[in-house]
């Protein structure tokens, strides 16, 4: 039990380090990430509305309420979003789950936004296709796979594409807004399936909502992310 304790820590290290190391990780007070793209560039796949709220009301309340939880406590301010969620049960009992579901809103919004793009679309590329092709089989199975985690997904929550420090790829869907930094694995591409993220446009017909996401998919950030965390 100790040495499994003691490898997670160093993954842990390792995973805020390979962050760090490239870009600036926000402390308190957190804020919402600039988006790379206006509110109204991803149409039609995304409608403007469902941006605006999406953005400016929803990722926005769980900043707001993870910068309440964490005020009155001097010594988690200097922590980013990866350190609290990583050391969830070493926190203050009563803010353990407002830093799981705000923290984890506000990490899995900001890597959503950021593998968007007006631009998107198409197919992987480079090492992440290569690793695809690898793990299953080829982009379309890959996917298919993607797909029917996400459709067959119930309730609300995310579906992501995961790799590991060796490079391997893994599909992975969570509850609420758990993340699977907690599963010693790397995001490197996420789907947010709760309904407010498709419903003004796309009503119940979440399979819609997929299809159209893979057209503002942008490969060149999730190459980007896969290389930086497997050092190729």
Known sequence: MKMKTTLRCIYYLCFVSLINA?????????????????????????????MDIHYKKHHQGYVNKLNEAIKKYPNLKKKNIVELITSLKTLPPEIQTSIRNNGGGHFAHSLYWKIMSP??????????????NKNFGN?????????????????????????????????????GHD????????PILVIDVWEHAYYLKHQNKRSDYINDWWNIVYWPEVEKLYKKYTNK
Do not use: M
């Not at 007070?29 to 600039?34: E, K, R």
């Not at 631009?119 to 695809?132: D, L, N, Q, T, W």
């Not at 890959?142 to 060796?166: H, P, Y």
């Open 22 to 50: 490239s870009e600036k990780i926000q402390t308190y007070p957190f804020a919402l990430p600039p988006l790379p793209y206006s509110i109204h560039s991803l149409k039609p796949y995304i409608d403007s509305k469902t």
């Open 179 to 186: 993340v699977p930094i907690t599963q010693d694995l790397f």
């Open 119 to 132: 631009y998107g679309g198409g197919k992987p590329s480079g090492y992440i296709a290569k690793e695809i």
């Open 139 to 175: 982009v379309e199975k890959f996917k298919e796979k993607f797909d029917n985690k996400a459709q067959t997904f119930f309730g609300s929550g995310w579906v992501w594409l995961c790799t590991n420090r060796a490079g391997s790829l893994k599909i992975v869907a969570t509850k």
